[in-house]
């Protein structure tokens, strides 16, 4: 992952990404830096996620044979750079869930 955390005498966290030029000069708290843990997971699944949709087979074994499939390699991995805004993934996402009938429901 890259994750450079550090903890002040205060108990306050920095998270920096070692791997990019994401730097947060902020010091926060255990429950944000959690948070911010959580959501980038999050994202990681969303992007995995349309990544999946729009490619399969392509990049799987199917019947023992690894499967590409031209026309669909790589396409979800240039349609996140083209589309590079949590608005635009967002609602990809939504319309793969929904035809899908993949529901996430976090409410008790």
Known sequence: MGLDI??????????NSSMSDENNKDWISEKEAIKELILRQWFRFVEESIKIYMEFP???????KMSIVKEKHCVGGRWILDNWNDEAINKKFSEICK????VIDTTD
């Open 6 to 15: 550090k903890r002040n005498k205060k108990g306050l966290y920095n998270i």
């Open 58 to 64: 392509s990049g799987y074994c199917v019947n023992g």
């Open 99 to 102: 035809e899908l009938d993949i």
